[in-house]
């Protein structure tokens, strides 16, 4: 059992910057890929970014490429999302997530087994 805790949401300005943290509970923190989605207002949730267990391998949804990145700290039990150049379509109540996708399938909602509660993003237009 992994539980995870987001951290780091807010408002923030067009072409600004935001760091997510998400704390993750249990010793086997280390043995998941991890990732981030995101869900706004009408929308299904969807992919920004995974990370695999040893944080070697990334992978980014083309919408953020570029702007976002993500890692992780296995010592610390935590994985982070960068967020520069927000725009207001990034606007979003973001999750971390963990589970064992397997390499062709880090965006896939449905491959990973714990979730955090979200926490808010919004950039206003």
């Known amino acids: 059992q992994v539980q995870l805790v987001e951290s780091g949401g807010g408002l923030v300005q067009a072409g600004g910057s935001l760091r997510l943290s998400c704390a993750a509970s249990?010793?086997?923190?280390?043995?998941?890929?991890m990732g981030w989605f995101r869900q706004a207002p009408g929308k299904e949730r969807e992919f920004v970014a995974a990370?695999?267990?040893?944080?070697?391998?990334?992978y980014y949804a083309n919408t953020v490429k570029g702007r976002f990145t993500i890692s992780r700290d296995n010592a610390k039990n935590t994985l982070y999302l960068q967020m520069n150049s927000l725009k207001p379509e990034d606007t979003a109540v973001y999750y971390c997530a963990a589970g064992t996708p397997g390499s062709s399938w880090y965006s896939n909602v449905h491959r990973y087994d714990y979730w955090g509660q979200g926490t808010q993003v919004t950039v206003p237009s």
């Open positions: 990370v695999s267990w040893s944080g070697g391998n990334t």
């Open positions: 249990g010793r086997t923190f280390s043995s998941y890929a």
